[in-house]
């Protein structure tokens, strides 16, 4: 592979204005992500995996949130079980097990992708800053076809990186509401900054689903809009419509 | 001819991935060979608990007895059906013993002649479940400055006479002043659910750490296990 062509800012997809010729120039093939993003993607999806299989094993021994004897805090899985596919560790002592041993290497993760965008730079192209706002708007006003054109963008579209600021947040709020459910006493303040214990356990648990969520509409978005990425973050390499630098 | 987006090889890595993830959660699967990885994992946690974070100095936070939870509410588990009971509770001692200089035999109204502590704290049940009453009792510590444990008693060994049920306990959390050897719950004195005549409480650990229906008190040296520690659960169990 040759070096990085300098330079590719290519034009946002919209048709060529010329007659197409026979054979279309291939897009260059361009470096997307350096290897400590794609490992910490990956390592931080099959731990969030487990984390929940894992989570959803010890929500069982207990599936309400709230003080003994009520009332319950709302939740739509109240004195619901989940499926057995859905849950890792056959029984609560091996949910825990699971759980206390993936809680560090999901922490580590967050921690080692935190540490390469400080260094890097490369949190500037992802923190959502108030001035993505208006952008941000308007990239919602073409998915909605709204507008016609794909507003242009950098790396990442003001969507995205409100996307990417929010869910490593979320990331911070699990471990945060994690460590306060796991040491009530010796973590007391953290647990009171969540509202108690059994605050704490509610918001941990809707964390869940928000990732969820995220990761539907992620994948989603990855096969509609830019089928390249997911190949970019596989191997590093690019060759999609989109730029890969700000 | 349009570029591929991604290769045949990049699919075979995605399937792999996948693979082993819904592998991994599929039917509830316990661990299999990283059984060992994960007790592992559960050692380092019990050290970060007993080393990191633990403070004797570290009270939990009390309530107002306002706030206890309804006594039919506040769940009480025991191994035994039916409950466990003594034949004759006038008998009954703790025995006190072990790596200790000055073993002793200690009657329920021994205990209860010695300087009480009463407090509202909330109890953490490793099923998620929280609840909170009023337990009074011995503090632990004060039991341990007339037994003298030697240098070599490291943990406590909590026996009952509740099938096999038991429990270790590091020396500091069962030194924490907040760790008692609770003879009532809600002012009253203990009923056979929450552990008569004596059982240990503590709002720095987690319910199947606060051992009922208690025998013995024994110093080891030797970390000893416990009935759910034995079949996987955290042993230190700490809050």
Redesign the interface.
């Known amino acids: 592979m040759t070096a990085e062509p300098a330079a590719e800012q290519e034009p946002i997809p919209p048709e060529p204005i010329a007659p197409k010729p026979a054979?279309p120039p291939?897009?260059p093939l361009v470096k997307r992500h350096h290897w400590i993003v794609r490992v910490t993607h990956?390592a931080n999806?099959?731990l969030l995996?487990?984390m929940i299989?894992s989570g959803l094993?010890?929500?069982h021994?207990?599936t309400?949130f709230g003080?003994?004897?009520?009332p319950y805090f709302p939740n739509p899985w109240d004195g619901k079980y989940f499926p057995?596919?859905?849950?890792?560790?056959?029984?609560?002592?091996?949910g825990?097990?699971?759980h206390?041993?993936l809680a560090?290497p999901f922490v580590i993760t967050g921690l080692a992708y935190l540490i390469y965008l400080a260094v890097s730079g490369e949190w500037r192209l992802l923190l959502f800053r108030p001035s993505d706002v208006p952008r941000a708007i308007q990239m919602q006003l073409y998915y909605l076809r709204l507008r016609r054109e794909h507003p242009p963008q950098g790396k990442h579209n003001a969507l995205q990186k409100a996307a990417y600021t929010f869910i490593f947040l979320l990331g911070v709020i699990s471990a945060l509401s994690g460590f306060a459910v796991y040491?009530?006493?010796?973590?007391?303040w953290l647990t009171a900054l969540f509202g108690g214990?059994?605050l704490a356990?509610y918001w941990h648990f809707w964390a869940v689903w928000i990732f969820v969520a995220f990761t539907v509409v992620h994948v989603a978005l990855v096969f509609l809009v830019d089928?390249?990425s997911?190949?970019a973050m596989?191997?590093g390499w690019y060759?999609g419509r989109f730029p890969s630098h700000d | 001819?349009t570029?591929p987006?991604?290769?045949r090889r990049?699919l075979l890595?995605?399937g792999l991935?996948a693979g082993?993830?819904s592998l991994?959660?599929?039917?509830?699967?316990?661990?299999g060979p990283l059984?060992p990885?994960?007790?592992g994992?559960?050692h380092?946690?019990d050290w970060v608990?007993e080393k990191v974070?633990?403070?004797r100095h570290?009270l939990?936070?009390q309530y107002p007895v306002s706030d206890r939870?309804?006594e039919?509410?506040?769940?009480a588990y025991s191994i035994s059906r039916p409950l466990p009971q003594i034949a004759d509770p006038a008998a009954w001692a703790l025995e006190v013993g072990g790596k200790v200089r000055k073993p002793m035999r200690l009657t329920l109204e021994m205990l209860q002649a010695m300087p009480r502590v009463t407090y509202t704290v909330?109890h953490?049940?490793?099923?998620?479940?929280?609840?909170?009453g009023t337990w009074t009792g011995v503090p632990v510590a004060s039991v341990v400055a007339m037994v003298e444990p030697t240098d070599e008693a490291k943990y406590l060994r909590f026996d009952t006479f509740d099938a096999n049920y038991y429990n270790g306990w590091d020396r500091e959390s069962a030194l924490h002043p907040q760790t008692i050897l609770a003879y009532a719950y809600n002012d009253r004195p203990l009923t056979p659910a929450h552990g008569a005549p004596l059982r240990l409480y503590s709002?720095?650990k987690l319910g199947y750490k606060l051992t009922k229906f208690l025998t013995r008190m024994t110093f080891t040296s030797e970390k000893p296990g416990g009935y759910?520690e034995d079949?996987?659960?955290?042993w230190l169990g700490?809050?």
């Open positions: 054979t291939r897009r990956w999806a099959l995996l487990g299989g094993q010890i929500y021994a207990f309400h003080l003994r004897g009520g057995d596919w859905a849950r890792l560790g056959g029984w609560l002592a091996g825990l097990s699971w206390f041993a560090w040491k009530p006493v010796q973590l007391h214990y059994e356990r089928p390249a997911l190949r596989i191997t060759r | 001819m570029d987006v991604f290769s990049d890595r995605l991935t082993a993830a991994a959660t599929a039917c509830g699967w316990q661990g059984i990885a994960l007790r994992a559960a380092l946690n608990g974070l633990f403070s570290r939990a936070p939870t309804p039919k509410d506040f769940p909330k953490h049940c490793v099923e998620g479940w929280s609840a909170i709002p720095v759910w079949q996987g659960y955290p700490g809050l």
